[in-house]
């Protein structure tokens, strides 16, 4: 074998030996239906009735009793959030606790300040605060949330 070959083949040998981690690395990692927020504290409490901010979308500064009645420019929620997002402003009262019945009552999941559920579809989180007989205690949050408030802490 020549030289000039010998060359031309080790150099396609490097070029395939450090261009293979590059193109592993340009592969979209998996998505993460939990995670914390990038976005601007803003706040509010924000809710979209599909997965990954998808659908209808509302968002509160204050706490809710009832979401079939969440305010001026939103449409009813009850039951139908699938993505959910504390852009909250740290301090105190930052956190949210996200009820399974109106009036901020029953079991509660709480959704920690600068956190988002992508996609509650997934069942990952559940309602798990609150007395284990109670109606909903254990249910995934999914298209299950009436009320919610701040609190001081998850």
């Known amino acids: 074998m020549s030289k000039l070959a010998s060359l031309v083949g080790a150099s396609a040998l490097v070029t395939v030996a450090f261009t293979a981690p590059a193109a592993q690395a340009s592969e979209p990692a998996p998505a993460n ?19 990954y901010r998808g659908g209808d979308h509302c968002a509160w500064s204050g706490a809710n009793r009832n979401w079939d009645y969440p305010g001026p420019g939103c449409v009813p929620m009850r039951n139908l959030a699938s993505s959910v997002e504390n852009r909250g402003y740290a301090g105190g009262y930052d956190d949210v606790n996200l009820y399974y019945n109106e009036d901020q009552s029953g079991p509660y999941a709480c959704l920690g300040n600068g956190d988002m559920w992508l996609d509650l579809s997934l069942g990952r989180e559940v309602f798990s605060h609150g007395w284990p007989w109670w109606d909903g205690y254990g249910e995934s949050v999914n298209n299950n949330i009436a009320s919610h408030s701040w609190t001081d802490s998850c």
Do not use: I, N, Q
């Open 33 to 51: 239906s939990r995670t914390t927020s990038v976005a601007a504290a803003d706040g509010k409490l924000h809710a979209w009735t599909e997965p």
